[in-house]
């Protein structure tokens, strides 16, 4: 008995996946540059804004595994 493992156009559909992944990933790469440079203002750090709740939680949390309390 012969079983086929891999799809027959297999080797193609994954050339198209890696081909979106460079893209998407090129397209992420520029994104996060070009926040980083927005972020980029003379401005002093401060207090969490009330929609960075999620943010604060997760500092929080890790001030609470550091501190071990």
């Known amino acids: 008995m012969n079983i086929e493992l891999v799809h027959p ?3 193609e559909k ?3 996946y890696f081909e979106r992944w460079r893209l998407a990933t090129a397209e992420d790469n520029e994104i996060c540059e070009a926040q980083q ?3 980029k203002f003379a401005r002093k750090p401060g207090r969490f804004s009330a929609s960075e709740f999620a943010l604060h939680a997760l500092a929080n949390w890790v001030l609470d595994q550091v501190l071990d309390t």
Request: contains cysteine; aromatic residues 12%.
């Open 9 to 11: 156009d297999f080797n």
């Open 14 to 16: 994954l050339q198209l």
């Open 37 to 39: 440079c927005g972020q």
